[in-house]
């Protein structure tokens, strides 16, 4: 069982930046790859970035590739997301998610832990 927490969500305006956590407990930290999504009102989950248990290997969705990075730190059971050059529609409840196994996935059902979410709104 893995639990996850995050926090540093808030309301920015265009153009500035955000650093979410996540913190997980339970088992052995570097043994779960690791992700972000979204979720806009209205719309579905989406996507963000997926990070390996190691954290060499690391994927991004189109719309934040060069504006967002992952990051882990397994002393810390943490992982993170340094979002930059936000947008509007960046706008969105950000999720942190656990998956057993090293290896990062870009799909949304691969992932069986979630946390609670943690919003973030961008102001134009």
């Known amino acids: 069982q893995v639990q996850l927490v995050e926090s540093g969500g808030g309301l920015v305006q265009a153009g500035g930046s955000l650093r979410l956590s996540c913190a997980a407990s339970g088992r052995t930290f570097s043994n779960y790859a690791m992700g972000w999504f979204r979720q806009a009102p209205g719309k579905g989950r989406e996507f963000v970035a997926a990070i390996s248990g190691s954290g060499g290997y690391t994927y991004y969705a189109d719309s934040v590739k060069g504006r967002f990075t992952i990051s882990r730190d397994n002393a810390k059971n943490t992982v993170y997301l340094q979002m930059n050059s936000l947008k509007p529609e960046d706008t969105a409840l950000y999720y942190c998610?656990?998956?057993?196994?090293?290896?990062?996935?870009?799909?949304?059902?691969?992932?069986?832990?979630w946390g609670q979410g943690t919003q973030v709104t961008v102001s134009s």
């Open positions: 998610a656990a998956r057993a196994g090293p290896a990062a996935s870009t799909v949304l059902r691969d992932y069986r832990y």
